[in-house]
């Protein structure tokens, strides 16, 4: 059986040290496709150089939460604060996503919009996925399906890996790991369903969530020799610190990942392991 490999970087767009890292783990490293979040401060820079670069597969990074809408406030007051920000609780932005019947009518505005604004950019739309993984909210990914046919949205990402790996690897923030992988194990089983009747298609496994922050070298090298899935995506976020830009993560840990992508022994043991490294443009 063949076997895959997404390597996949969240952000791009956010800031010009993440797009800079981005590029730089796409042309020296292991990077073959990025998620853009099209209302970051760095976007417009971002889509010129995903043209420069046709290799490097784009998809949307939808921004729900930590960031900024799209449409103005004043279209969406209930959505997002007088500046257009989203909130900054994920847990919180959830809960009214479910149970305000307002906010999810504009919810459904906001997404659209940030589907057109990708269309805009004649880029291919690679995947889609979502800033803190609110795109698997039933109700966002409800959404994403309904418009699917519309925006030719064929990949979404559903994350799912295996807690007693991590476990084996860094039994670090051991209680947000068991709690997460109970909560996105729901999210998963509810997603495969609903996804799987659209037919829109994800890969077997993806790896970073119960790693966030800690997508290094040694990590990598110690997962992918336990992989058992034949197509999978590892998904981490790269970055260059340049003084008086926002960080996207805490400090130093874009740089730590960033140096993982470039690694020629993470290469090598995807190869050993009889990866090739694809992204959803080549599948």
Same mark, same amino acid.
């Given at each position: 059986?063949?076997?895959?490999? #997404?390597?996949?970087?969240?952000?791009?767009?956010?800031?010009?040290?993440?797009?800079? &890292?981005?590029?730089k783990?796409? /042309?020296?490293?292991i990077?073959?496709?990025?998620?853009?979040?099209?209302?970051?401060?760095?976007?417009?820079? &971002?889509?010129?150089? &995903?043209k420069?670069?046709?290799?490097?597969? =784009?998809?949307?990074h939808?921004?729900l939460?930590?960031g900024?809408?799209?449409?103005?406030?004043?279209? #969406?007051?209930h959505?997002?604060?007088?500046?257009?920000?989203?909130?900054?609780? +994920?847990?919180?932005?959830? $809960?009214?996503?479910?149970?305000?019947?307002?906010?999810?009518?504009?919810?459904?505005?906001e997404?659209?919009?940030?589907? /057109?604004?990708f269309? /805009?950019?004649?880029?291919?739309?690679?995947?889609?996925?979502?800033?803190?993984? $609110?795109? =698997?909210?039933?109700?966002?990914?409800?959404?994403?399906?309904?418009?699917?046919?519309?925006?030719?949205?064929? !990949?979404?990402? $559903?994350?799912?890996?295996?807690?007693? #790996?991590? $476990?084996?690897?860094?039994?670090?923030?051991?209680?947000?790991?068991?709690?997460?992988?109970?909560?996105?194990?729901?999210?998963?089983?509810?997603g495969?369903?609903?996804?799987?009747?659209?037919?829109?298609?994800?890969?077997?496994?993806?790896?970073?969530?119960?790693?966030?922050?800690?997508?290094?070298?040694?990590?990598?090298? /110690?997962?992918?020799?336990?992989i058992?899935?034949?197509? #999978?995506?590892?998904? &981490?976020?790269?970055?260059? !610190?340049?003084?008086?830009? +926002?960080?996207?993560?805490?400090?130093?840990v874009?740089?730590?990942?960033?140096?993982?992508?470039?690694?020629?022994?993470?290469?090598?043991?995807?190869?050993?392991?009889?990866?090739?490294?694809?992204?959803w443009?080549?599948?």
């Amino acid at each position: 059986m063949p076997r895959f490999a #997404i390597i996949n970087a969240d952000d791009f767009g956010f800031s010009h040290g993440v797009n800079a &890292a981005i590029i730089k783990a796409h /042309e020296e490293g292991i990077l073959t496709s990025t998620s853009l979040m099209v209302s970051g401060d760095a976007a417009t820079e &971002a889509i010129a150089l &995903a043209k420069n670069y046709p290799s490097l597969a =784009v998809g949307l990074h939808l921004v729900l939460v930590c960031g900024k809408s799209v449409l103005p406030p004043e279209k #969406i007051p209930h959505l997002v604060d007088s500046q257009g920000n989203f909130p900054d609780d +994920p847990t919180l932005a959830g $809960l009214r996503y479910q149970f305000n019947a307002l906010v999810r009518e504009e919810l459904r505005q906001e997404i659209r919009a940030q589907l /057109e604004k990708f269309r /805009e950019t004649n880029l291919p739309l690679s995947h889609v996925d979502g800033h803190l993984h $609110l795109h =698997v909210h039933p109700v966002v990914l409800q959404i994403l399906t309904e418009l699917a046919p519309e925006f030719g949205i064929k !990949f979404i990402r $559903l994350p799912k890996e295996e807690l007693r #790996i991590n $476990l084996q690897i860094d039994r670090s923030n051991l209680f947000n790991k068991i709690l997460w992988s109970i909560v996105f194990g729901q999210l998963h089983r509810y997603g495969t369903s609903l996804l799987t009747a659209h037919h829109i298609q994800f890969a077997d496994c993806v790896y970073g969530l119960l790693q966030t922050g800690s997508v290094n070298e040694q990590y990598l090298l /110690e997962l992918i020799p336990q992989i058992s899935a034949d197509l #999978i995506e590892i998904y &981490a976020h790269p970055a260059i !610190f340049h003084p008086g830009e +926002p960080l996207n993560g805490p400090e130093g840990v874009g740089e730590v990942e960033l140096a993982a992508l470039l690694s020629e022994k993470v290469r090598d043991t995807l190869a050993t392991h009889q990866f090739q490294l694809v992204n959803w443009n080549c599948l």
